[in-house]
């Protein structure tokens, strides 16, 4: 269809190519480079660093110089459409810099594998051209049903990419479309790398990790945890084990876990019986730390789900345990273990505590179930939730007064610990 509505013409192609990311790159996309362990000077890609060649052939090319304009209109009306803002604007920069046509077959002896051009077997597909269609193909294009274009899942609400392929994904891609009057994907969201050592990770230095030594060692709940919290949307984020037993340490067993075994397993209150106090009829008269948390307690659902719609859920899931943080605070400045055994004014007092940190637990929990699911079971069946009041319309303050006896075995010791001690600190 692209060659039918004329995109598609073949002529000699000159240009600078990267073998390793089968891509040519325009004049202005390359700079010089040198490899510090041997002195050589050569040309490299400035987005990806990779070797790049000045090679002259015969190829068929796509007219992307022709969507300059309606590339960036689309952009104008969709400022929103590549995440993070500082992406979508080198997007723009690139794209009103001007484009060349673009090559998208390479000579079958440069290029054995792949997909033949049509009517042509001297030339082969070239591979971002057949890599980006195959999106269309998961979806049934073109043998959709008429009326159900949209069944399969194109156009696509959320496309995730990683950065050095920002180019192909966010300008060509969407030229493609556009010339066959196809949707585009309603948004992209482009995250950075991991790095190790603060080096880009590559199975050929070796400089890699094995992931699943680390799943065996810490589970996959906290490396779900570490990757979210740690993980880069705009910058680079560097892998090392201390980093991930420093955040299991905090937020994990002394934040979350430390919530659950205060509030859960201490002496002298029942927290079904303040569950069921702190729901029904009139609170009590609260102090300011009462107020103030619960006040947080409130807004937390709503700044965790912009956060979400933001594309960051980095930042949802340190809101949620800042959350965590402060409701430990609370607890440790509010000492509910002083008011064991009073009168009962301060019994009121006691049970309003609880009841408000068994919430804050409650309301994390359910809000930490995309991030960590079996932990947050676990965490959830502790506090006696019903496996029905988990969604997200029920973290709301409040909302639910049938939680407070637990639903498993609490344990002793280390025995039923939500997030019990590592084995090695190495």
């Known amino acids: 269809m692209l060659k039918e509505r004329g995109y598609i013409y073949s002529s000699k192609h000159e240009g600078w190519y990267s073998i390793s990311d089968e891509t040519f790159y325009p004049a202005s996309a390359v700079q010089l480079a040198l490899d510090p362990s041997t002195g050589r000077k050569y040309m490299a890609s400035a987005e990806t660093g990779k070797e790049v060649e000045w090679t002259s052939e015969n190829n068929y090319h796509f007219r992307l110089s022709a969507f300059k304009d309606r590339l960036l209109d689309f952009y104008k009306t969709n400022p929103n459409f590549v995440i ?18 673009l090559s998208v077959s390479r000579p079958v002896e440069r290029l054995s594998w792949g997909i033949p051009v049509p009517d042509d077997d001297k030339q082969t597909v070239y591979v971002w051209l057949d890599a980006l269609i195959n999106y269309l193909t998961k979806t049934d294009y073109p043998f959709q049903t008429p009326g159900q274009e949209d069944a399969a899942g194109w156009p696509a609400d959320c ?31 482009t995250h950075a790398h991991w790095t190790l050592g603060r ?14 030594f680390a799943l065996d060692r810490f589970g996959v709940d906290t490396m779900r945890y570490y990757l979210a919290h740690d993980g880069g949307i705009r910058d680079d984020a560097d892998y090392e084990n201390s980093y991930i037993i420093k955040e299991y340490k905090k937020g994990l067993q002394g934040g979350l876990g430390n919530l659950v075994s205060r509030v859960m397993r201490g002496k002298g209150w029942d927290v079904r019986k303040a569950v069921e106090l702190g729901t029904s009829g009139d609170p009590p008269a609260e102090e300011y730390p009462a107020r103030a948390h619960g006040k947080l307690l409130m807004e937390l659902p709503r ?20 959350a965590v943080y402060k409701t430990n605070v609370y607890m440790q400045k509010s000492s509910p273990w002083s008011l064991v055994g009073t009168e009962e004014q301060r019994t009121a007092h006691l049970n309003s505590v609880i009841y408000l940190c068994a919430e804050s637990l409650r309301i994390c929990g359910i809000l930490l179930q995309p991030y960590m699911p079996e932990k947050m ?32 075995d609490l344990g002793r010791g280390h025995a039923g610990v939500l997030f019990p001690p590592l084995r090695s600190d190495f």
């Open 377 to 408: 079971r676990q965490l959830l069946d502790m506090l006696g939730v019903p496996n029905d009041d988990r969604m997200f319309e029920n973290a709301l303050l409040g909302s639910d007064s049938r939680y407070g006896a637990p639903m498993v």
């Open 159 to 189: 496309h995730v990419i990683g950065k050095d392929i920002v180019r192909f994904h966010c300008i060509y891609w969407p030229a493609f479309l556009m010339a066959l009057d196809l949707p585009l994907p309603r948004q992209v969201l």
């Open 84 to 101: 993070p803002a500082t992406r979508m604007n080198d997007v723009v920069q690139a794209v009103t810099a001007g484009l060349e046509d």
């Open 303 to 322: 700044v965790v789900s912009a956060r979400m719609e933001e594309l960051d859920s980095g930042a949802a899931l340190k809101a949620i345990m800042d």
């Open 199 to 212: 080096e880009k990770m590559s199975k050929s230095t070796g400089n890699v990790v094995n992931p699943f």
